[in-house]
């Protein structure tokens, strides 16, 4: 590194780069989920679609302490600044899930108070004036991921970034014809759902099956989750 300062960590893992990008939570607050998911006839959950500013860097981190946490889809209204986010929670109407906003260190971020450094062009890299962000754990997520718990520090809380709607979907099978004449599928779909604990992130895939008149599936949306420690944000 020719300026600025690196700090590692004890596994020898960089934390601080003065050469590059570190985000800090620039917004936090809550939504709580407004409508029945249905599957089958069967209420198995709620939830909410919500719109957040963005720019080509923003990174959005959800958590929920009651029930598991799906991001069903993000998407970009055409021509606008804002990121829809369609969230799904096994639980009532009602459930609350929080959220925070991370963006990268800007000039002016800063108040000129605490720990700051600069890229030797003079911009800030990091700033301990604003609310850095702790990354703890990145999870790989492929077909056929079974779920388990991520034992963190504990008396701490966590939320999570996921780089897309986590999940896959099984090969289609044919049921039939409709009283129209067109032909009818079952699909089974595999949801990762996030839960977030004290000292604790649960992950659980959640199997469904839906009925259209799709023959092919949509592909796997593997992704990586990406847990974050908000404890004081």
């Known amino acids: ?67 598991g946490l799906h991001v069903r889809r993000q998407w970009l209204p055409v021509g606008g600044t ?55 754990e990145l999870i790989n997520v492929t077909n056929g991921y079974t779920g388990g718990t991520i034992s963190l520090s504990p008396n701490r809380n966590y939320a999570v970034i996921p780089s897309a709607q986590l999940g896959w979907e099984g090969a289609a099978v044919f049921l039939g014809f409709n009283n129209r004449g067109e032909p009818l599928y079952s699909i089974t779909t595999f949801s990762v759902f996030t839960k977030n604990n004290t000292g604790s992130v649960t992950l659980t895939v959640d199997q469904r099956s839906i009925s259209g008149r799709q023959s092919s599936t949509t592909g796997d949306n593997n992704g990586q989750a990406l847990i974050v420690d908000v404890t004081y944000l």
């Not at 989920?33 to 909410?48: K, M």
């Not at 609350?96 to 990268?104: D, K, L, N, V």
């Open 1 to 67: 590194m020719p300026a600025g300062m690196t700090i590692y960590n004890d596994s020898g893992a960089i934390q601080i780069d003065g050469e590059g990008i570190h985000y800090n939570c620039t917004g936090s607050g809550t939504v709580t989920t407004t409508s029945n998911i249905i599957a089958s006839g069967t209420i198995y959950g709620s939830q909410v679609v919500t719109s957040f500013t963005v720019d080509a860097y923003s990174l959005y981190a959800f958590r929920c302490d009651t029930a």
């Open 82 to 136: 804002t990121r829809n986010y369609r969230l799904w929670v096994l639980a009532p109407i009602g459930t609350t899930i929080t959220w925070y906003r991370f963006e990268p260190a800007v000039q002016g971020q800063s108040n000129g108070a605490g720990f700051d450094i600069y890229t030797p062009t003079g911009a800030i890299a990091f700033s301990l004036s604003t609310k850095p962000m702790a990354i703890r």
